[in-house]
């Protein structure tokens, strides 16, 4: 293969999907993942470098920078990130293949979907955050009330002590509606992250199904295990009782590394 015959990194995304995760779609993607037709990997080194033009930190293919799909430069905040989504990319193999490029394709998303979209996104959280997961609890079984009490009433003591704010639960899953004071202060977080800190916090929102979970671990209150199990309560409980296939303890493992690698970007984004 001849140098012209190389992949662009301005346009090797091309190749790589950037969707968000979509639950109903799990199941089939980790079926044919090892069916996926990926380009060659076609550089010898990435590295960090910092931007020309712009504040922050670019990635360095052989030397050519890399973009996103859209052509944008893939400018980062930080060295740590930066040096981050280089070890990804050496550690490719044969291959490029988007599900060993995590953090790269939240990268992606924090540049072409969050940043032109910042207001939006901010209000999409909030709403998310009036119908929280930690909000809607079950008292029977009682084994599946314990595990919601174990995880997830100390985050809500958490966010009431730290905020001043009483939230309402409910058992059940009809609406309920929180106070404005919890929304006005959602917002005055969230409103004050960057695209790429609010990139991956939305990102874990939507996986965990809970934004204060999210918030609780950008906090540094969770860690990813504590997130995990909080997230997963009635998941594990299910397995405990009926058990866990093959087929469901794989879709739960992509599930795990997904929400692995939003830990990290947000970790990384506020270095």
């Given at each position: ?24 779609r799990v199941q089939k993607d980790v079926k ?31 030397g050519r920078i890399l973009k996103t799909p ?132 939305y990102l874990l929102t939507t996986s965990c ?63």
């Amino acid at each position: 293969m001849t140098n012209k015959d190389l992949p662009n990194p301005n346009t090797i995304f091309d190749y790589l999907p950037m969707d968000n995760i979509d639950t109903d779609r799990v199941q089939k993607d980790v079926k044919n993942q090892y069916k996926k037709k990926f380009p060659k990997k076609f550089f010898k080194l990435a590295k960090s470098a910092e931007s020309n033009s712009q504040d922050g930190y670019v990635i360095e293919l052989d030397g050519r920078i890399l973009k996103t799909p859209s052509k944008h430069k893939l400018l980062l905040p930080n060295i740590q990130l930066a040096d981050a989504l280089c070890e990804e990319w050496n550690a490719l193999g044969e291959f490029v293949n988007p599900d060993h490029l995590p953090l790269t394709k939240t990268a992606n998303s924090a540049i072409e979907k969050t940043a032109p979209n910042m207001g939006h996104i901010v209000a999409e959280m909030v709403n998310f955050g009036e119908t929280d997961l930690l909000f809607y609890q079950q008292d029977t079984p009682e084994k599946l009330y314990s595990l919601q009490m174990l995880h997830w009433h100390p985050v809500l003591l958490w966010a009431e002590n730290s905020w001043n704010v009483k939230y309402k639960t409910t058992f059940g899953i009809n609406h309920i509606k929180q106070e404005q004071k919890i929304l006005d202060h959602y917002h005055e977080l969230i409103n004050a992250m960057d695209e790429h800190q609010l990139s991956a916090l939305y990102l874990l929102t939507t996986s965990c199904g809970s934004l204060l979970l999210a918030l609780a671990f950008n906090a540094g209150i969770l860690t990813k295990e504590g997130l995990n199990k909080a997230a997963f309560v009635d998941e594990d409980w299910q397995i405990s009782q009926w058990g866990e296939d093959e087929e469901a303890q794989e879709i739960r493992n992509f599930k795990l590394a997904e929400i692995s690698s939003f830990c990290t970007y947000l970790n990384l984004a506020k270095a």
